[in-house]
């Protein structure tokens, strides 16, 4: 069973990068696609970014496009958030997550293995 891990925390200053790395101990690691989202302060949690299981299809929030990307080693089973161009608005509690399959792939329901979170900060 894949066990997503977990990430280091990060604060940032505006125009900043920070690199979120997830990465799983499970041999069959290939086989699941990963999505990352984030619940910022006092909202609802949202789709980021998506990367199937072979890496070759990605898919992103309108509001990160040309600013995130998602990328992914299967040989060092990790997934990354490369997330340059921080800003205010993307202070947020961000999670990495874990399914079979692509399709709904913005709907956090369809996941079904999930990491513990990591605080990404902001600042103006």
Request: aromatic share 12%; net charge positive.
């Amino acid at each position: 069973q894949v066990q997503p891990g977990d990430s280091g925390a990060g604060s940032v200053q505006a125009g900043g990068s920070l690199r979120l790395p997830c990465a799983a101990s499970e041999r069959t690691f290939s086989r699941y696609a990963t999505g990352w989202f984030r619940v910022p302060p006092g909202r609802e949690r949202e789709f980021v970014a998506a990367i199937s299981s072979n890496g070759e299809v990605t898919k992103y929030k309108e509001s990160v496009k040309g600013r995130f990307t998602i990328s992914r080693d299967n040989a060092k089973k990790t997934v990354y958030l490369q997330m340059d161009s921080l800003q205010p608005d993307d202070t947020a509690v961000y999670y990495c997550a874990w399914r079979l399959g692509f399709n709904t792939y913005s709907d956090w329901r369809s996941y079904s293995l999930w990491g513990q979170g990591t605080q990404v900060t902001v600042s103006a």
